[in-house]
């Protein structure tokens, strides 16, 4: 496998991708770029040969951390360094995997040496290896919670700290952060997403022509990866060197009144919170016009840092569309209309950007490809993809019939239009009993890296968190026969104490929905998506895993499969028609499969599963083939099987009206969890709070239960 990578400069299209890249390799200052799209959209790969561009770095021969020879780090653990020249060497981009450790990130420190002969023995983390480079992370959405907490420390400080039982060390730790993700697959935390400086969304060309140069790119570089590179060479001198001459222009550009105007206004006219979004919209619209070879900033260069600065700045939570109204951008900008009139464009020395006239022929376009050219406005570099035209779930149409009684509708079936969900609320906490060892989150009690110290074991491996005082007590009966001498304590291997901390751990929520006629009523369907949404939105800020089955008519499906991405269930949810009879067993068989099949996948990960219903079962569906059971009798088979399986379980009762047939109570005691209505569902609800989903079975059977209020 080569080491060679595909030249920056041909990679085809993906002009805001390749722009908000060499932005930030003008000015670092920018705070690195979040790429979001599908898979296969060339994400990684502008982003590997993005550092073949970077200007090289002058550090301090033979220093670990990348020290620069005219100011190093006074608090180096290789320092103190003496004065003297420095040694050039590219920059660096570092891959920080999903599944890395805090050791592997931030540095492992010998606690044994540390403690036994009083050394600071540190092996340098990946932090380290970026400084004053790129540090990469592909699928960013999906790292653990506790590296997050690490990169938000290191990117707001530009320093990495390790604390270990009294020792203490510090290095720089200034890089580019460049993220790839991929929203199917979940979202990113609020915190880190909003440190990301730029971002561009990405997707493949519909464009045939485009798609095919695509593919021809490909294959040549995979034929002769080395000769690839050299056809490009020229290309890839001609980015650098304008890079570097955008550097070096870029302290000379000048930030008017006007520009900070429209900046300011920009980022209130869109709500963005803090004010993040400002700096970075300054920072980036100084860039262009360093890209651009100015040194003033116009109002084209203000209009595209907005582009690339607020999309993933104005969400409110994870099921909004990230993008900005372009239109309302441009009325905002006219307030504030630049000082003097624009003069007429000049010839631009590069029109075309490094990437026409390459070794391929031109762009695939039939036209110019690749670096936007300086000054271009947005409109021909191409807005985020998800920004306008996103279609909007209709709503119902007002003149629709008013819904027929639940018996009638399921003795027809006819298929209801979908309606939109009500307001989402905060929801109560549900938790699955005992103790587990999935993944970080923020659900249920666990074993994990992080968390309250509970106790103390001999390590399994390597030493991460030691145990002080069970360590000390470990080694104290020895030391007489140890030979001790001194104040100090002599400490061996086999004393060392490794401590195990609770915290909490990240589910799989699946939800099962009733989407027959007996819910078809509209408000009561409407009230029933809004608290499944509500209920969604918590999973998102627990960082569990969700999926959704639907059943209705005579079938249940499997309307998303486990997956990290809520927003996908919440589309899916929205979408969702009603109608039709109540296989409630295929719904509860349906998911007795999806557990099966994601236990042998995810051992770890424990499941909560909630079904949404009013509890009628009207029909055996596909549960089984058995025909001397009825529908009812066939559900309370299948959920008394998830019982077995030690499925935690809650019901959302949907049931109203005055008369009350208390069917989803007796859904729960089959399944060995609580039923909560609609209404107590609510956090801030007078209803019982619901902790744990295994409740006494005496509080699910009372008739007085508050949970069987009307929702």
């Known amino acids: 496998m080569s080491s060679t990578h595909f030249p920056f400069s041909a990679v085809v299209g993906q002009d805001d991708l390749r722009l908000a890249l060499l932005l930030n390799a003008v000015s670092p200052a920018v705070g690195g770029v979040l790429v979001r799209g599908e898979k296969g959209t060339a994400k990684s790969t502008a982003v590997r040969a993005l550092s073949a561009l970077l200007p090289q770095v002058d550090v301090v021969p033979g220093c670990r951390f990348s020290c620069a020879p005219a100011a190093p780090d006074p608090s180096c653990p290789d320092g103190p360094h003496e004065s003297g020249p420095g040694a050039l060497r590219h920059a660096r981009m570092v891959e920080l995997p999903v599944g890395a450790?805090?050791?592997?990130?931030?540095?492992?420190?010998?606690?044994?040496?540390?403690l036994a002969e009083g050394v600071k023995a540190f092996e340098p983390g990946l932090l380290a290896d970026a400084h004053?480079?790129?540090?990469?992370?592909?699928?960013?959405?999906?790292?653990?919670?506790?590296?997050?907490?690490?990169?938000?420390?290191?990117?707001?400080?530009?320093?990495?700290?390790?604390?270990r039982e009294g020792v203490s060390v510090r290095h720089a730790a200034r890089f580019l952060l460049v993220g790839t993700m991929n929203p199917e697959e979940g979202e990113l935390r609020p915190q880190l997403l909003d440190r990301f400086g730029l971002t561009v969304e990405v997707a493949a060309s519909r464009e045939p022509a485009q798609r095919v140069e695509v593919v021809r790119r490909r294959l040549a570089y995979e034929d002769d990866p080395a000769g690839f590179a050299t056809r490009w060479a020229g290309d890839e001198h001609e980015v650098r060197a304008r890079v570097v001459a955008a550097r070096a222009l870029l302290p000379k550009v000048s930030l008017g009144d006007t520009a900070l105007l429209q900046i300011a206004a920009a980022c209130a006219g869109f709500e963005v919170d803090g004010m993040r979004a400002d700096i970075v919209m300054a920072r980036t619209a100084t860039a262009l016009a360093a890209?651009?070879?100015?040194?003033?900033?116009?109002?084209e260069d203000v209009r595209q840092a907005a582009l690339l600065a607020l999309p993933h700045r104005r969400r409110r939570n994870p099921f909004d569309a990230p993008g900005i109204d372009e239109d309302l951008l441009d009325r905002i900008l006219d307030e504030f209309p630049d000082e003097e009139p624009e003069p007429d464009?000049?010839?631009?020395?590069?029109?075309?950007?490094?990437?026409?006239?390459?070794?391929?022929?031109?762009?695939?376009?039939?036209?110019?490809?690749?670096?936007?050219?300086?000054?271009?406005?947005?409109e021909d570099q191409g807005a985020p993809a998800d920004t306008p035209g996103a279609p909007e779930t209709s709503e119902a149409p007002a003149e629709a019939p008013e819904a027929p009684q639940p018996a009638a509708q399921e003795a027809a079936g006819p298929e209801q239009a979908a309606v939109r969900a009500a307001e989402p609320f905060r929801t109560k906490m549900l938790s699955v009993p005992g103790l587990g060892e999935g993944a970080s989150g923020r659900r249920s009690r666990a074993r994990t890296a992080h968390g309250r110290t509970t106790g103390a074991q001999r390590p399994r491996g390597h030493l991460t968190k030691?145990?002080?005082?069970?360590?000390?007590?470990?080694?104290?009966?020895?030391?007489?026969?140890?030979?001790?001498?001194?104040?100090?304590?002599?400490?061996?291997?086999?004393?060392?104490?490794?401590?195990?901390?609770?915290?909490?751990?990240?589910?799989?929520?699946?939800?099962?929905?009733?989407?027959?006629?007996?819910?078809?009523?509209?408000?009561?369907?409407?009230?029933v998506k809004g608290a499944v949404l509500s209920l969604l939105l918590d999973a998102y800020q627990r960082r569990d895993k969700v999926g959704l089955i639907t059943f209705r008519g005579a079938t249940a499906e499997l309307a998303l499969p486990p997956t990290s991405s809520v927003d996908a269930?919440?589309?899916?949810?929205?979408q969702l028609p009603t109608g039709g009879r109540t296989p409630l067993a295929a719904g509860l068989l349906k998911a007795h499969e999806v557990l099966r099949i994601e236990r042998l996948r995810d051992p770890s990960r424990r499941p909560?599963?909630?079904?949404?219903?009013?509890?009628?079962?009207?029909?055996?569906?596909?549960?089984?083939?058995?025909?001397?059971?009825?529908?009812?009798?066939?559900?309370?088979?299948?959920?008394?099987?998830?019982?077995?399986?030690?499925?935690?379980?809650?019901?959302?009762?949907?049931?109203?009206?005055?008369v009350r047939l208390?069917?989803?109570?007796?859904?729960?005691?089959?399944?060995?969890?609580?039923?909560?209505?609609?209404?107590?569902?609510?956090?801030?609800?007078?209803?019982?709070?619901?902790?744990?989903?295994?409740?006494?079975?005496?509080s699910t059977a009372s008739p007085n239960s508050s949970n069987r209020r009307a929702a």
């Open 291 to 299: 890209w651009a070879g100015r040194t003033d900033v116009r109002k």
């Open 569 to 574: 269930a919440a589309a899916r949810l929205e």
């Open 608 to 658: 909560l599963l909630v079904v949404v219903t009013d509890g009628r079962a009207t029909s055996a569906g596909n549960a089984g083939g058995r025909t001397d059971s009825s529908p009812r009798e066939l559900a309370g088979h299948s959920a008394r099987l998830l019982q077995a399986g030690g499925v935690a379980s809650v019901v959302v009762d949907c049931e109203s009206g005055p």
């Open 132 to 163: 004053r480079g790129i540090l990469y992370v592909d699928e960013v959405n999906l790292l653990h919670d506790h590296l997050v907490d690490v990169l938000l420390d290191a990117a707001a400080m530009g320093a990495s700290y390790v604390e």
């Open 345 to 378: 464009p000049e010839p631009d020395p590069d029109p075309e950007g490094p990437d026409d006239g390459g070794p391929e022929g031109g762009g695939p376009d039939g036209g110019p490809g690749g670096t936007p050219p300086p000054g271009d406005g947005p």
């Open 101 to 114: 450790s805090e050791d592997r990130l931030v540095g492992a420190l010998d606690i044994e040496r540390a």
């Open 662 to 698: 208390g069917l989803a109570d007796v859904l729960a005691r089959d399944l060995g969890g609580p039923a909560v209505t609609l209404d107590g569902l609510r956090a801030d609800s007078l209803a019982g709070l619901v902790k744990n989903v295994r409740t006494a079975v005496a």
């Open 466 to 527: 030691l145990h002080l005082t069970a360590t000390i007590q470990a080694a104290a009966p020895h030391q007489r026969a140890r030979g001790r001498d001194g104040r100090g304590l002599v400490i061996r291997k086999d004393d060392l104490r490794q401590a195990t901390r609770e915290g909490r751990e990240g589910n799989l929520v699946l939800f099962v929905v009733d989407a027959s006629g007996s819910m078809a009523a509209r408000q009561r369907m409407s009230a």
